[in-house]
């Protein structure tokens, strides 16, 4: 298995605080990304990183920031958690050659009162 | 447009059939790659099987085969002689182009197969 952990892999707190998960791979993949998944969207990209400082934004990028310092540590951020950020993030990585498939963490449930 | 589409919200086998569950997809990029993953009850996601947009071969992983069709945008996933560990969520994925980049993933087939 990737070595993929996440931290925390429970979270609740409320409305209007800021919230920081955690990933952390020890494969030296590239690329890195946080997904959120929702009953009947599937999976939505957030965020992803490919490289260390290198980041850009997936399909629901408002209300989350993402920081990337080495290479094994991916940050999401949630400034100012909303009921409506209620969900399960996961962290995927992928390598840059090959057949480039992603890799996920164990994931992370986030509730927001 | 939805990049990937699986019509399927739940599907029922019996054990030891086979089973399709469907996907298509949209792309105008000539270099992309195709993905199944399996979400078991307990959460995980598990990486199946790949495509490759210019792979002359479908691919075929044990008991799973990739009915890629191109012309028709489809890459239906086909599991052969169902098991009751396969009861789960599968999920679709493409990437466009070679890089890491852009993943887009189906919303989902929860499968249930009954013994």
């Known amino acids: 298995d990737a070595g993929i952990t996440q931290s925390p892999r429970h979270k609740v707190t409320e409305t209007g605080t800021p919230v920081t998960l955690r990933c952390h791979q020890t494969?030296?993949?590239?690329?890195m990304y946080w997904y959120r998944q929702d009953p009947g969207h599937g999976l939505r990209l957030i965020h992803y990183s490919y490289g260390v400082k290198d980041t850009d934004k997936g399909e629901v990028s408002d209300g989350y920031s993402v920081s990337r310092s080495k290479t094994e540590d991916f940050l999401l951020t949630l400034e100012s958690a909303t009921s409506s950020q209620t969900s399960v993030y996961f962290c995927?990585?992928?390598?840059?050659?090959?057949?480039?498939?992603?890799?996920f963490g164990p994931g992370t449930r986030l509730t927001v009162l | 447009a939805q990049k990937i589409t699986q019509t399927q919200p739940g599907m029922f086998v019996q054990e030891k059939e086979a089973v399709t569950l469907d996907c298509t997809y949209d792309?105008?990029?000539?270099?992309?790659?195709l993905f199944w993953y399996k979400q078991p009850s307990s959460g995980e996601m598990i990486f199946l099987i790949y495509q490759g947009s210019y792979d002359q071969q479908n691919a075929t992983e044990g008991r799973y085969s990739l009915n890629f069709q191109k012309a028709r945008k489809s890459a239906n996933l086909v599991i052969s002689a169902s098991q009751l560990g396969d009861s789960a969520m599968y999920f679709c994925?493409?990437?466009?182009?070679?890089?890491?980049?852009?993943?887009?993933f189906g919303t989902g087939t929860s499968l249930t197969v009954i013994p």
């Open positions: 494969e030296n993949h590239r690329y």
């Open positions: 995927a990585i992928s390598d840059s050659t090959g057949v480039n498939e992603q890799f």
């Open positions: 792309t105008s990029d000539p270099s992309y790659g």
């Open positions: 994925a493409m990437r466009e182009g070679t890089t890491g980049n852009q993943f887009y």
